[in-house]
């Protein structure tokens, strides 16, 4: 009696996503995360203490160079509260986005090996910084108390916000994963995009610095939305520019679906061209 058999074969379809399938490796995306948390913080001295060190840093030079020198206003509050307010969005996006980016390539032997959603692979890379949000979130609120800033009924809408900034890092790595995978120089275009990124994003600068002629141009970069967003959230500061939100919301939406496609029509030649 011949023994059965279970072929496994690529769909066909322009736009697939197998929920049902990334329902079930849900145990492997679990353990994705946690070595990868595991091995950032082996045998560090500071451990989760780089989390903070990080944006806290940046917030000091930007004070220094953009708030004491170059005088760049900060809508009436403190510029360290001011541009940590909009680091933490952007200090876990750039992570999120340097690992998602390059992650089914370091898992090469898993990818040629195994068979699971490669899907897996770019949502760990975003799920894993979210580590590092916490504390660096909690030296926030610590700064919050230190100027006297109490949060209003609108830090409520913060999980959307960092909800936004995920599926913002997750959309653009799925196109950037897809294509490191047969061009493995766009791993080295990574840091120089992430660089520019953060100068096209409002984080040492208002958004009101932009002239209203250039909003609706400006809001097509998504940190945009996020960042504004995140401090109305939680600065308490007049109502964000809805209009600049919303679109930076649909260009994320745009990028989902596009980088879903086009990573599903790349995946089924991963295993060969890895």
Known sequence: MKAPSHVIQPDTSLFHLDLPALWHYRELLYFL????????????????????????????VFTVV???????????LP?????????L??????????????????????????YFPRLLLPISGVVTPLVDFVPAFGVFLVMMVWYGILPAWSVCALPIFVLLALLTALSVSLW???????????KHTIPFLVQLWLYASPVVYPISLVPQEWRVLYSLNPMAGVVEGFRWALLNKESPDFAVVAVSAGVVVALLVGGLTFFNRMEQTFADVI
């Open 33 to 60: 995360v946690w070595r990868d948390i595991k091995v950032r913080y082996k045998q560090t001295v500071l451990g989760v203490g780089w989390a903070i060190i990080q944006p806290l840093m940046m917030m000091v």
């Open 66 to 76: 953009f708030g004491r020198f170059a005088k760049i206003p900060s809508d009436g």
């Open 79 to 87: 510029y360290p509260i001011f541009a940590f307010a909009a680091l």
């Open 89 to 114: 969005p952007w200090t876990y996006f750039s992570e999120a986005l340097s690992r998602a980016s390059i992650s089914v390539v370091n898992e090469t032997n898993l990818v040629q090996k195994i």
């Open 176 to 186: 950037l994963s897809a294509l490191n995978v047969k061009y493995r120089d766009v």
